[in-house]
């Protein structure tokens, strides 16, 4: 059993220069991380007005910057091959896509919102596990605002301005799903680029509200099991989910599921419809229970609004899969206090709470698992809670 590293931050801020130099010829003018993330809870709430509960990783997407005297745009990634070149005035939707429509998405979000974008070499790499369910698209795209941004003169402070902060998640948010066309709720690029180092970030989709809840997890551990089941959200399962969310609050005459009472939901004559809608209205409540639970320390509450909570996700809201499922329940047999999948759902992650001494029997037995199934490897990490998007250089 090995632990995916997040890698040094310097040295990674070091790995984008150098992409940048060897791949673009260019030297960084600036250099931005942004790290990806886990939820703890509130599962398909955000885009529902709902509470989540997500933590930042200390694994991070390092964006490497430098400004053109022209109106052309270069990107290239440690990740993928190529290098994307076009036109400042050509950015958009139905311009860009695949991975170009994360990183350029983001440059075209920040003109639209009014920042004075430069022409652009761009270089981005880190440790983000792709296709986990991390929100590895999030990470990039708020590493790029973040380098972008600075470069366009806007200073970054630590914790970053609120003004600045919202300015670059709304920009983030309009390159995933006006360019990039994956339907995101806003809770990844929020913890992106407002977490702050041992925390969760508790945010409230009605208000628009966010606070950071202090973790005091003593000799627990947060640990993220990747079942290597490829997580997309541009599949068609995520969007599918939200219209039927948009339809249980349409037949109940609410403008989101927040407002919704379970009396009410248990009464709706649509069965799918019903049990999505029963998803959301029982994670919600789920979510300040969980923050209830994690500050005093009572890890057997928190096991068991897990287990309720990766329950409805398996038969309510139907987006778990065996692999998820059977790394939950081998990571509980094992010594973990609770464990639910994260994330959108159709693969990616499982996140569990854990004593320190129990992180490598819950790995083996997962991976022992895992192997005696025909399943492919997995993959472990710990989430310390991390801080959000900041300058390196």
Not at 150 to 177: F, K, M, N
Not at 217 to 223: A, I, M, P
Not at 249 to 270: C, P, S
Request: hydrophobic letters at 45%; one cysteine or more; proline letters at 5%.
């Amino acid at each position: 059993m090995s632990l995916l590293p997040p890698g040094d931050a310097a040295t990674l801020a070091q790995v984008a220069r150098n992409g940048l130099l060897e791949v673009l010829g260019t030297d960084a003018a600036v250099i931005a991380r942004a790290p990806g993330r886990v939820n703890l809870i509130g599962e398909h709430t955000d885009y529902n007005g709902g509470l989540v509960l997500p933590v930042a990783l200390p694994h991070a997407t390092y964006a490497a910057a430098a400004p053109r005297a022209d109106s052309r745009i270069r990107i290239a990634s440690g990740q993928q091959e190529g290098v994307v070149e076009s036109d400042l005035g050509r950015l958009g939707p139905e311009q860009l896509s695949g991975w170009a429509a994360y990183t350029a998405g983001v440059v075209w979000a920040l003109r639209e919102a009014g920042v004075a974008v430069p022409g652009l070499d761009l270089y981005v790499d880190g440790t983000v596990p792709l296709g986990a369910g991390l929100s590895s698209s999030a990470a990039v795209e708020c590493s790029v605002a973040a380098a972008v941004a600075a470069l366009a003169g806007q200073a970054w402070d630590s914790p970053v301005d609120a003004e600045l902060g919202r300015l670059v998640v709304a920009a983030c948010i309009r390159a995933e799903t006006e360019v990039a066309g994956a339907p995101t709720g806003g809770m990844d690029q929020t913890v992106s680029v407002f977490a702050e180092a041992g925390t969760a970030l508790l945010i409230d989709f009605t208000t628009g509200a966010h606070q950071p809840v202090p973790l005091a997890l003593g000799d627990r551990s947060v640990l993220v099991t990747d079942t290597r089941v490829s997580h997309k959200l541009t599949d068609g399962g995520y969007g599918a989910r939200r219209a039927d969310c948009e339809k249980a609050a349409a037949a109940l005459g609410v403008r989101t599921l927040r407002e919704a009472m379970l009396a009410a939901v248990e009464a709706l004559g649509d069965d799918t419809v019903r049990r999505r809608a029963r998803h959301i209205v029982t994670e919600i409540a789920r979510v300040p229970s969980v923050v209830a639970a994690l500050t005093r320390a009572d890890w057997s509450a928190l096991g068991e609004l897990f287990a309720a909570s990766h329950a409805s996700m398996r038969d309510d809201f139907e987006i778990s899969t065996p692999e998820l499922d059977l790394a939950v329940a081998t990571a509980v047999e094992a010594g973990a206090d609770g464990a639910r999948m994260t994330g959108g759902g159709f693969g990616g992650s499982i996140v569990s709470v854990l004593p320190e001494e129990a992180v490598d029997q819950v790995c083996g037995s997962i991976d022992t698992a895992f192997a005696e199934a025909g399943y492919a490897r997995p993959g472990h990490l710990l989430a310390t809670p991390s801080a959000g998007v900041g300058l390196l250089g």
